[in-house]
């Protein structure tokens, strides 16, 4: 009786899913087929999960983010460490490492320097296969074959899965006449690239990269090209990817501070020689009306001086001051045109008094800095001088037809967005803003309020009608102003504080004026419940449930940790960027999430890919273990595990479909 009312209910299932089983009968048209694909997913299911690497903040810094990548943040020399032991020594290894991670450049020393090319042949290539078995056990068959490369696929193959073939093995011979095949036909370099780089893609499932791409460095568009041909990844935007999407829909605050920001840094080679950008018109009107003005509060970073000639850093910065009055006036468009920004106290310029050099901030007179502002009109200081207005119209062409930078922008917008949610991991940029109680707070956008969850969407669609075509002329150009809003807005996600002190910090020597008070987040993010209220509202679930973000430096040099929340929420952000490492003492952390926990690694300044190739100097890094589970986890325990479970479901109603006569077999 009971297995007839089991039926029967199978039965009502069948008959309300009799549609969605038809479409799937279609990929799967007979009973054969539906089982062997169950019997494929059910096998799946039980591997261990694949890791997934979280990098923040590489700031342009290319060099220091290809070799975390490349190294998957020491999961490769760990794997070589655990495969070789005490069987190669410490060089040994470092040698092979190295190989992994740069293939072409270290093949050509070592061919420089090796007498005996043939032997080093068959022992580094066997070496290669046993790293590449260990690092692809994670993988069905079928994806390892997905990603072989075509012209070694078979081979790799067969070499892949001899496990159990060692000496004296049935086909030990088989195997090493493959390996001398190889040689013999001098395609023994090209062979070892391609396993390299499938170690490189195997070593590491899916990247999930939480922004600021831009800025400082300058490799920002060599990382973006990393990136938009990587296999497996996903973006939350940064505070320093939206001020360059401004710039590439047109914004012209945005390009004044996307140019500002490269001048401060001395960065041209992301502008010029990456997305083509004309600095010619810029460099020009700078020459000329600042010809006489020595520009000391416009002067290069310390850390990029020892990169450009006298003449060259004189001339940046004059561009960098001609560029900085130009976006305080086109700033105060915005801000003019938009009073729901509440953003007047920002009109800087509006508060100078010329006549005695100084500027009003909060009812107290300062001293200028710099009081040579040869554009600015006392009557209307935030109109632009017909010069500025011609130059601002050059630059704003350069960036809306530079081919590259548009394309980068269509790769963040894909495979990008306000946050996002992984296996229980929430990831976004900067913060939630929260009220003084530790309560999601509200934030009104065109009439409507908005928060947590809610406001991440309504920002991210924001974002999306800047770029969209179908997007009505009034509600794009508003999309475009909020994207510069989301720079340095006092209730945007990505910024989060009280104001931005950008006219102070150049013009105002009392330092208490550059002051940026943070949101209630950065009050609140070591709370527990509060990081779990957080959670609860984005609809994390999940036994272990973190926050991950990056935004803020680690001050690990004043004791500060990126452990916080009793483990909940961890800031992944200890500084790539070179100018922030002398403040922090570190030059980043990354996060590493496998079938046995969570890994944070802790990494100390990058020398460069030149002696990496050269010395085998790999970056220093200490690794942290922040959660360790009891029982390994599994793909059924995973996202995509939930997928695959419904889908094995699914099928074996349609086999049940099959076999009772619903749906006829093909």
Not at 87 to 109: D, F, M, S, V
Not at 128 to 157: A, H, Q
Not at 363 to 383: E, I, M
Not at 419 to 429: F, G, R
């Amino acid at each position: 009786m009971e297995q007839l009312e089991q039926n029967i209910l199978k039965e009502e299932e069948i008959k309300n899913d009799l549609r969605y089983l038809q479409l799937l009968a279609q990929s799967y048209p007979n009973v054969a087929e539906a089982s062997c694909e169950i019997i494929n997913l059910e096998a799946i299911l039980n591997l261990p999960k694949p890791t997934e690497h979280f990098i923040s903040d590489p700031h342009g810094e290319s060099e220091a983010f290809n070799h975390v990548l490349r190294n998957a943040s020491g999961y490769v020399k760990r794997k070589v460490e655990e495969i070789f032991g005490s069987t190669l020594r410490l060089t040994e290894k470092k040698e092979l490492c190295t190989l992994i991670y740069y293939p072409e450049a270290k093949l050509q020393l070592i061919k420089a320097a090796e007498e005996n090319m043939n032997d080093y042949y068959v022992i580094t290539l066997n070496q290669l296969i046993k790293v590449l078995r260990e690092v692809s056990s994670k993988y069905t068959r079928s994806k390892i074959r997905k990603d072989l490369p075509d012209d070694f696929g078979y081979i790799i193959e067969e070499l892949l899965h001899d496990s159990h073939s060692g000496i004296g093995g049935q086909k030990h011979q088989y195997y090493n006449v493959i390996i001398q095949t190889i040689i013999d036909t001098q395609r023994a370099d090209h062979f070892i690239v391609s396993i390299c780089n499938l170690i490189q893609r195997l070593a590491i499932d899916r990247l999930h990269l939480l922004g600021d791409i831009f800025d400082r460095g300058p490799g920002a568009h060599l990382i973006m090209e990393t990136l938009c041909n990587y296999h497996h990844f996903d973006i939350v935007w940064g505070n320093h990817d939206i001020e360059w999407f401004g710039a590439a829909a047109g914004n012209r605050a945005c390009i004044a501070n996307v140019l500002r920001m490269s001048m401060r840094y001395g960065n041209l080679a992301t502008l010029e020689d990456g997305y083509g950008i004309n600095l010619l018109p810029l460099a020009t009107f700078a020459m000329e009306t600042y010809k006489d003005d020595p520009c000391k509060p416009f002067a290069v970073n310390e850390l990029s001086k020892e990169n450009h000639d006298k003449k060259t850093s004189r001339l940046l910065a004059q561009m960098h001051k001609a560029i900085t009055i130009i976006q305080f006036k086109e700033e105060a468009k915005i801000i003019s045109r938009r009073p729901e920004f509440e953003m007047d106290d920002r009109k800087m310029l509006e508060h100078i008094n010329f006549e005695n050099g100084t500027c009003v901030i909060e009812g107290t007179a300062y001293d200028l800095k710099d009081t040579y502002l040869p554009t600015v009109n006392k009557d209307n200081p935030n109109a632009l001088s017909e010069e500025e207005e011609l130059l601002m119209k050059k630059l704003q062409h350069s960036f809306l037809t530079s081919d590259k930078l548009q394309r980068h922008i269509e790769c963040l917008l894909g495979h990008g967005c306000m946050y996002s949610i992984a296996n229980s991991n929430l990831m976004y940029h900067a913060s939630v803003p929260l009220n003084e109680d530790g309560t999601l707070k509200e934030v009104e956008i065109l009439g409507k309020k908005y928060k947590g969850i809610s406001l991440m969407k309504k920002t991210g669609h924001l974002v999306r009608e800047a770029f969209n075509e179908d997007t009505p002329k009034e509600k794009k150009s508003f999309a475009r102003d909020y994207i510069w809003y989301l720079w340095c807005g006092k209730n945007s996600p990505l910024f989060d504080k009280n104001k931005m002190t950008t006219f102070e910090r150049y013009f105002i020597n009392d330092k208490k004026t550059h002051t940026e008070e943070k949101g209630y987040y950065y009050t609140y993010n070591n709370d527990e419940k509060v990081v779990d209220m957080i959670l609860d509202n984005f609809g994390v679930e999940g036994k272990h449930r973190h926050i991950i973000n990056g935004h803020t430096p680690v001050k690990v040099l004043k004791g500060e940790t990126p452990i916080k929340a009793n483990g909940k929420l961890l800031v992944i952000d200890g500084g790539f960027s070179k100018a922030y490492q002398p403040e922090t003492g570190i030059a980043g952390y990354t996060l590493t999430f496998h079938s046995r926990g969570l890994d944070l690694v802790q990494h100390q300044p990058f020398k460069s890919a030149e002696d990496a190739i050269l010395n085998g100097d790999d970056i220093k890094s200490s690794t942290q273990i922040v959660e360790l589970n009891s029982q390994r986890i599994y793909v059924k325990d995973t996202d995509k595990g939930k997928v695959l479970t419904a889908k094995v479901e699914n099928l074996k109603k349609l086999l049940y479909a099959y076999r009772n006569g619903f749906i006829k077999e093909k």
